[in-house]
């Protein structure tokens, strides 16, 4: 039962890799990159594939489980997806891309008739919130109305600033009577008591906005995201900027810096980071809310994403599935140092 962990030699990849070496499972590092592929799988004593995007289906032999940490995902999802579902492979990914969230839910079917699994955003973004939903659907079946929020520290890797910047020109995102609509980047603000006193945040395009629908059938979803009163008007202001961040060669040139000069979250502040996460559901007369407490956010991503392809290892889910659907939304509360859920 072996798991292929591709883009393993990136910040994440490699966080993964280490983790899963660690649990024993049987793991095969890969990426684009051979020198550090097998440089990587030298360290941690496991096998090596290296190989482009293009030749994935070529590289699945005896593979059970997929696990992509290659982002921007929009750029890595398509190839590895085709050629899992030509081989009879599961995929998973780290993803908080809508975009990819909703292509692999258009492919369930595919999937379904393939007998494998695509179960992508197994990181912080979503299975805390993505958890959170369930949960609050389950206390409240008859609610209409989603509210998901996280507030957590700022310290992110090249690879998630790339990806941010992937994205910036696409505004914000928020799901109303089940469709995807397009919102002024902060569009709407409110207080929010994450669990540690009331915070100001914004609405957010994350990854929920698609999924947390998928989890809860539930057809209005906000996502919000703390930030200090003094950065909303900065990111309204951003909102001019946004179509200049749609030419691509400024984007790439943008991306390169965030990939040189953004390190990631030191082991320090990993062990002792922590994130608070609220959400909230109505049916108009009644309303619910709880809250979680986690990690840091990439320590919860490896945490999640290592036990997430664990269980798929040994028991796969058929079709495209979110984490709460597909471990139940008690998932969560199996990762280590998560606290929750806390009702009101
Ligand atoms: N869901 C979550 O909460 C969560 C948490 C952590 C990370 N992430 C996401 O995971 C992704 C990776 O983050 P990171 O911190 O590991 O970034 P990173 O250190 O920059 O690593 C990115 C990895 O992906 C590979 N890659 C990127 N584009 C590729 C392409 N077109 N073809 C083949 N390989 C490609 C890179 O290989 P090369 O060096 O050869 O380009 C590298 O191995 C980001 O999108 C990030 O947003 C999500």
């Known amino acids: 039962m072996?798991?292929?962990i591709y883009g393993a030699y990136g910040y994440t990849g490699e966080l993964v890799a280490r983790e899963?070496?660690?649990r024993g499972l049987d793991v095969i590092v890969a990426g684009r990159n051979a020198v550090r592929t097998e440089h990587l799988a030298a360290t941690l004593g496991c096998e090596a594939r290296p190989f482009e995007l293009e030749s994935a289906q070529f590289n699945l032999d005896a593979v059970d489980v997929l696990l992509n940490c290659a982002g921007p995902f929009v750029h890595t999802y398509e190839p590895l997806v085709d050629a899992c579902l030509r081989t009879d492979t599961n995929y998973l990914d780290v993803t908080g891309e809508l975009s990819v969230f909703e292509a692999l839910a258009e492919r369930d079917r595919e999937a379904e008739k393939a007998g494998v699994c695509l179960l992508p955003g197994v990181g912080f973004d979503v299975v805390p919130t993505d958890c959170l939903a369930g949960h609050l659907h389950d206390r409240l079946p008859s609610a209409d109305a989603l509210r998901l929020g996280f507030d957590a520290p700022t310290t992110l890797s090249g690879g998630t600033l790339a990806s941010i910047i992937e994205h910036a020109d696409g505004g914000?995102?928020?799901r109303r009577d089940g469709l995807?609509?397009?919102v002024p980047t902060a569009w709407r603000t409110r207080e929010i008591d994450f669990g540690r006193g009331p915070r100001h945040a914004v609405t957010f395009p994350w990854g929920d906005v698609s999924t947390a629908y998928y989890t809860t059938g539930?057809?209005?979803i906000e996502v919000y995201a703390a930030v200090p009163p003094v950065a909303v008007q900065s990111l309204r202001v951003g909102r001019l900027f946004s179509p200049i961040l749609g030419f691509t060669p400024l984007k790439r040139a943008l991306q390169m810096v965030a990939r040189r000069s953004a390190s990631g979250p030191t082991e320090r502040q990993r062990e002792r980071e922590t994130c608070y996460l609220w959400g909230e559901a109505t049916d108009g007369e009644e309303t619910v809310v709880s809250r979680l407490k986690t990690p840091e956010t990439y320590a919860l991503t490896v945490d999640a994403a290592t036990t997430a392809a664990a269980r798929v290892l040994e028991d796969p889910p058929i079709g495209f599935e979110t984490?709460?659907?597909?471990?139940t939304p008690e998932f969560?509360?199996?990762?280590?140092?998560?606290?929750?859920?806390?009702?009101?």
């Open 323 to 327: 984490p709460a659907a597909a471990f």
């Open 332 to 344: 969560v509360l199996d990762l280590d140092g998560v606290e929750g859920f806390f009702d009101e």
């Open 218 to 220: 539930i057809e209005n």
């Open 172 to 174: 914000g995102k928020v």
């Open 2 to 4: 072996s798991l292929l």
């Open 180 to 182: 995807i609509t397009d």
């Open 20 to 22: 899963a070496v660690e």
